[in-house]
């Protein structure tokens, strides 16, 4: 053994002080890696939890909009089909009403007293009334003519009332094989020339005429322009047969610029609305470009056959009854689109609202999330850090504690041992007695062993 000052290397004190140092770095570092592990562990499960936590909300707040988008924007879109819808059934009622009256007129002359009906009285402006006008080359003073006028004037008081009690209704009005109009309205004053005489219509020749001579039945005409106010309307009309024979056709005006100016107003940021026609073509749009803007009629493409299969798909289903939602592109946005048929028409009412604009609840949220996620891992990275620095500092105060333990314990056991060495080997020539001392006094081993010498001594 090697003495260095006071410690002995190799010595029991050393061998002390290397076995509580042994233990005391072994348990250090064991509980350093199960700390480590666990902190590991714990900040792992916490961003797998976070990253399910995000990944469910996303699926949770898509999934809630689509069912808002899909129950919302269907119940919304459906509402609104079913009121254009209503209008045009009362549309189609109040034709049917005069087309029956008409007939009667026609089947029973005799049961009805001829009724005067008079030329455009501009002094009527704004007022319902009736008025009577006639082809070019007609002779609205021919007998023949005037029989039929005096009947048609029955008509007159229903045309009227039902003018005044549907606002919706822009004109009624009967065109008979002669060439002779009974329109009632409240715009005479659109009836008179620049001479301040009626103008002559080609009864005959007119769109609404023609369309249902050609159906023989009653029937909705396409979208027109009115040319007496130039707004845009839709008639529905309906001939009148007696014997085989055509007599005239009945026929009822609904403007429809309240409707397209609603369609054109439903442009947002967050989507727009259109309407097809029977033949899958846009009608009525607020868009000015792409697939969903209105063209010449003979221009317009048919939907239902739309380079996008999916879309074509979705409109013959719409306009079949088959209600659903879809999911596509179109003037580089994404958008939701659902829709529904406005049956007595034909029509369809498409809804398209902004996929990005449903989608920002959920990104709100998430982002939301996002924050508060990061707030809780650098509250989390803080406090374990702070946690790291204070289980170090304890360490190292364990250490010290542990070592300074260590070196006075060994110094404890050693200290009685090296006395006792000492006074061995001073044991020579007169002084061979060993004896007993307090330091020996330790109340273990070491004392049996100086009792041991003293009395071998």
Not at 47 to 55: F, P, S
Request: net charge negative; hydrophobic share 40%; with cysteine.
């Amino acid at each position: 053994m090697k003495r260095i000052r006071n410690w002995v290397l190799g010595g029991i004190q050393q061998k002390v002080f290397n076995l509580m140092l042994f233990t005391l770095i072994f348990v250090i570092a064991a509980y350093t890696i199960i700390i480590l592990q666990q902190s590991a562990t714990l900040t792992r499960l916490s961003v797998e939890n976070n990253e399910r936590q995000q990944a469910a909300i996303s699926e949770i707040t898509s999934d809630t909009m689509h069912s808002v988008v899909t129950g919302t924007l269907g119940r919304v879109t459906g509402l609104e089909s079913t009121i254009a819808d209503n209008l045009f059934a009362d549309l189609r009622m109040d034709v049917e009403l005069m087309e029956q009256f008409a007939r009667e007129l026609y089947e029973h002359p005799h049961n009805y007293a001829a009724m005067t009906v008079s030329p455009p009285d501009p002094e009527k402006a704004g007022i319902v009334s009736s008025q009577y006008l006639g082809e070019e080359g007609v002779d609205l003073g021919d007998p023949e003519h005037l029989r039929e006028l005096g009947r048609l004037g029955n008509m007159t008081s229903l045309m009227e009332a039902l003018l005044a009690n549907e606002d919706y209704l822009g004109a009624c009005y009967i065109g008979t094989e002669n060439g002779t109009l009974v329109i009632a309205d409240e715009r005479p004053e659109t009836k008179i020339d620049e001479n301040g005489k009626p103008i002559r219509i080609d009864v005959r020749n007119r769109y609404w005429y023609r369309t249902a001579v050609e159906a023989g039945e009653l029937t909705f005409t396409k979208v027109e322009t009115d040319i007496f106010t130039g707004k845009v309307n839709i008639t529905c009309a309906c001939p009148i047969y007696l014997n085989g024979k055509l007599k005239a056709v009945v026929g009822a005006d609904l403007f429809l610029d309240e409707l397209k100016a609603a369609i054109e107003a439903s442009m947002s940021e967050n989507g727009f609305e259109v309407i097809l026609n029977e033949e899958g073509k846009v009608i009525f749009s607020p868009q000015t470009v792409g697939l969903f803007q209105v063209f010449p009629t003979d221009e317009a493409p048919d939907l239902r056959q739309a380079v996008d299969q999916d879309l074509g798909r979705f409109i013959r289903q719409v306009m079949d009854g088959e209600t659903d939602i879809l999911e596509f592109r179109t003037n580089g946005k994404e958008y939701y689109a659902t829709g529904s048929p406005i049956g007595t028409l034909g029509w369809t009412l498409i809804s398209l609202v902004d996929k990005e604009a449903t989608d920002k609840p959920g990104q709100m949220i998430l982002g939301s999330y996002d924050q508060i996620s990061q707030d809780t891992v650098t509250s989390y990275n803080h406090n374990l850090n702070d946690a790291k620095r204070r289980i170090l500092i304890l360490i190292l105060i364990v250490f010290i504690l542990a070592a300074t333990s260590a070196n006075i314990l060994g110094k404890r056991i050693v200290k009685p041992l090296n006395h006792m060495t000492h006074r061995i080997r001073t044991l020579t020539g007169k002084h061979v007695l060993f004896e007993m001392e307090d330091e020996y006094k330790t109340g273990d081993e070491i004392e049996e062993l100086a009792e041991s010498f003293a009395k071998l001594s």
